[in-house]
């Protein structure tokens, strides 16, 4: 496991997530939440409503930063994840974006092969300095022992969309173009790799101390086709970080991957692993740990409900890690409708399971 090398003075990390990330034993498991910052408060909703369209809240450092931070000034999380998306590079490389009120993402969807000659990834960074100047003012705005990550979504994901035009439920074309045109598919690969590795850079010399691959849609693929361009591209991009910064952890999350999670992390060299909640807790305990770190992977349904169950649920998690290299997580990220008071319960269960341990 990466050992990290933000505290030059000490070869132990003082941070929460840095010290899971490293191996090192904790009285309780370090605590974000996926989408932690969002629709579901209303200071969220208040700063967007002002920002004028979602990718301007994206690109206003000031804003993106304020964002980012208003999750840790009232849960007092472990972690801060940059407020962004994962098609910000898309947009980067010459693809048209919107977001579209009650619809969501739409891009201008790439056809055919012969349209890859317009996506550019060595001019990613002129659209995507305003991202790193938000990486600069969180992380100066950061309590002390809490940690930035950064992300980026990894290549099989973007690509979906990409090739979609919009988010899909079938991932028909995506498919189409794995199954009956994979040559094309790999050179789209490639400049997403090429992208992302910049992209990730950029962030880790702005402030981000982790950084994490969000493959949403790993789990549509076949065993093949999900090492080809799942497994292998998540590899690239995490061996070129870890060349050019080798003390920054690399959490990897291929949603929907199932018992290809296992090996997943060693062949990857992915310093954690998040577990969507369909992974089940015995299996992830006794196959993926001590292997590697693991992040999740409570339901996000339960912080809806909250109450007992979802008690219940933060308890039973606890109890599956407990003495183990975990980090506590959601299986995917918050709802809009996630009531404020739930995810207060859930910080107090967390942290007060430092106590009852």
């Known amino acids: 496991m990466a050992q990290s090398s933000q505290i030059p003075s000490s070869p132990i990390p003082v941070k929460p997530l840095l010290r899971t990330l490293a191996g090192l034993p904790s009285e309780r498991p370090p605590l974000w939440l996926m989408r932690q910052a969002g629709r579901y408060l209303p200071e969220y909703r208040e700063l967007r409503a002002k920002a004028g369209s ?79 100047e938000a990486v600069a003012l969180i992380k100066a705005a950061l309590p002390p022992d809490c940690t930035l990550i950064g992300f980026a979504g990894a290549p099989w994901t973007v690509a979906t969309y990409m090739l979609e035009g919009r988010g899909s439920t079938d991932h028909a074309a995506a498919k189409t173009w794995a199954f009956g045109n994979p040559e094309a598919l790999s050179r789209l690969i490639d400049i997403l790799v090429e992208a992302t590795v910049a992209y990730l850079g950029r962030q880790i010399e702005a402030g981000a101390e982790v950084v994490q691959l969000f493959d ?67 299996w992830a305990r006794d196959r993926l740990w001590p292997k590697t770190v693991v992040q999740g992977n409570l339901d996000p349904r339960l912080l809806v409900v909250g109450g007992q169950a979802m008690a219940d649920g933060v308890h039973r998690l606890l109890q ?33 399971s430092a106590v009852s341990a």
């Open 54 to 132: 979602f990718l301007d809240l994206c690109y206003t450092p000031e804003l993106a930063a304020e964002v980012t931070l208003q999750p840790i000034r009232r849960f007092g999380f472990d972690a801060a994840i940059l407020f962004a998306d994962i098609l910000l590079i898309p947009q980067a490389l010459g693809q048209g974006l919107a977001f579209k009120e009650n619809e969501g993402p739409v891009l201008d969807a790439i056809r055919g092969a012969a349209e890859l000659t317009r996506l550019n990834p060595q001019g990613i960074h002129g659209r995507l300095g305003p991202v790193y």
């Open 216 to 282: 949403t849609w790993a789990g549509v693929l076949p065993e093949a086709e999900f090492r080809r361009f799942c497994l292998e591209p998540v590899r690239r991009i995490i061996a070129a970080v870890k060349e050019k910064y080798p003390g920054v952890p690399v959490i990897a999350f291929p949603r929907g991957a199932g018992v290809l999670l296992d090996g997943y992390a060693a062949a990857t060299g992915a310093d954690a692993l998040g577990l969507d909640y369909t992974v089940p807790l015995g």
């Open 320 to 352: 599956s890690f407990q003495g183990r290299n975990h980090i506590f997580n959601l299986g995917h990220g918050i709802v809009p409708e996630t009531p404020v008071r739930h995810v207060e319960d859930l910080v107090r269960l967390v942290k007060g």
